[in-house]
């Protein structure tokens, strides 16, 4: 069989930026612990906890003084920077840049909310790392929605502001955007109240197309990714979508070789969170499958 990696799959500027920063520090032989996983991958977390990165949660970040900790590129919010003032914590703040201006336009927005009695509404995965940060702009009164359902949330006489979660599909957030008008419409409001900001990151939406034209190219595609990637969820579909002999795996012991019994080609790609080297790994155990065929 062919066996082919997609040459656009793979970390993120922000994700490869946050883990390269960990790696330098842990490379001095020094105490790091990260915020949450520091990528929703559970092969590459397990990686670094070797190097020596601990992963901790927001109770045990109370617990830490004068220590390092390494902050993500999902970005926190303000809180979490006020307790590292508290507790003598050296941020390592590997914030991506594109979720930080997202943060300063969510501040922006709920400030001017405020004066006109308005609404932030976030498209976004509800305890998700970086919708964490985007609420933590509004001190945590935006609305968080993800289906139709979460509409009710929003008084849509009121004037609304949406974002988008930087990872999420483009097609669910304008599928979101319409539905809201729909609704403004609908309460008798009009839509000069309603601004919504596209603000998913281009390096993900524009891997949306060429994901599409990669998995229709071969007879089995595998597509690999953490389970807790909101970003590998949306991917996934794209793939699956036009290729339904896709399959979402985490690791290379995930494969059946059951399906690639009439494969010539087999096509891998993954997610922004998923590096390089699990995806030879997967390439590998199909070329072995190859081989026994």
């Known amino acids: 069989m062919k066996v082919t990696i997609d040459k656009n799959s793979g970390y993120c500027f922000g994700v490869e930026f946050a883990i390269q920063m960990a790696e330098d520090e842990l490379a001095h032989g020094q105490q790091l612990y990260c915020l949450g996983d520091i990528v929703h991958n559970r092969m590459e977390v397990e990686r670094l906890h070797q190097l020596g990165l601990r992963i901790i949660d927001r109770e045990q970040l109370a617990q830490l003084h004068d220590t390092k900790v390494l902050i993500r590129a999902h970005g926190e919010p303000p809180e979490t ?106 309460a008798g409001g009009t839509l000069e109240s309603f601004d919504a900001n596209d603000s998913i990151c281009r390096q993900v939406s524009n891997r949306e197309p060429a994901l599409a034209r990669f998995a229709l190219e071969y007879d089995v595609v595998l597509f690999v990714s953490g389970r807790k990637s909101s970003n590998g969820k949306a991917l996934f579909s794209v793939v699956n979508a036009v290729n339904p002999h896709s399959y979402f795996i985490e690791n290379e012991a995930e494969i ?38």
């Open 81 to 186: 920077y006020q307790l590292a003032l508290e507790n003598n914590l050296e941020l390592i703040d590997a914030s991506c840049p594109v979720v930080l201006k997202l943060q300063n336009r969510v501040k922006h927005a709920f400030d001017l909310s405020q004066r006109q009695d308005g609404q932030i509404v976030i498209y976004g995965q509800p305890g998700h790392a970086e919708v964490a940060g985007l609420t933590g702009q509004t001190g945590n009164r935006a609305i968080i929605v993800m289906s139709e359902a979460d509409l009710d949330q929003i008084d849509f006489a009121r004037p609304v502001t949406l974002f988008s979660q930087t990872t999420k599909s483009t097609a669910g957030f304008y599928k979101m955007k319409a539905l809201m008008e729909a609704r403004i419409q609908a």
């Open 256 to 293: 059946d070789e059951n399906w690639f019994a009439d494969a010539h080609s087999v096509g891998i790609c993954g997610a922004t969170s998923t590096p390089l080297w699990l995806m030879q790994q997967v390439a590998e155990r199909v070329e072995g499958v190859g081989e026994l065929a």
